[in-house]
């Protein structure tokens, strides 16, 4: 690896500590219907999300809620001593990228086969504090 870009990398290995992040691999839904509960989230509060993703009947609403909790606690080992409701966390970030696909064939008739998809994605939040930001602006 070239000096450059080890540098990049440990930097980029550096800022992801400082994060509050979760991932979810390889879930069995596709991409099409994770994002359409992804856009139904995103730049919300912390609170309101896990409300609407409750009540949301939407599958991939319990997959989403259940990896925002894990995004939570992930926050609070980072920030131990700080209040999840005092720091008025938000979703910073979420999207879906698409994994593999499992190819399967379905009998048609007349002796042909027709190609099944079966498509999964991987999920990822990643949490910000309005408070830290709010922070950062009044020391410069």
């Given amino acids: 690896m070239g000096a450059r870009k080890r540098i990049k990398a440990n930097q980029m290995k550096e800022a992801r500590k400082t994060k509050a992040f979760a991932v979810l691999h390889d879930c069995p839904s596709s991409p099409q ?36 909790l894990s995004a939570i606690a992930n926050w609070s080992v980072k920030n131990e001593g700080q209040r999840v409701d005092d720091a008025a966390l938000y979703i910073k970030e979420i999207f879906v990228d698409g994994a593999g696909i499992l190819k399967r064939l379905r009998p048609a008739p007349q002796g042909r086969a027709h190609r099944i998809r079966k498509r999964s994605n ?16 009044v020391k410069e």
């Fill in 33 to 68: 219907k994770m994002r359409l509960v992804a856009d139904l989230v995103r730049g919300m509060d912390v609170q309101r999300a896990l409300d609407t993703l409750k009540f949301c009947p939407k599958e991939a609403a319990r997959k989403v809620e259940k990896l925002l």
């Fill in 122 to 137: 991987h999920v990822t939040i990643v949490l910000g504090s309005k408070t830290a930001v709010v922070e950062n602006t």
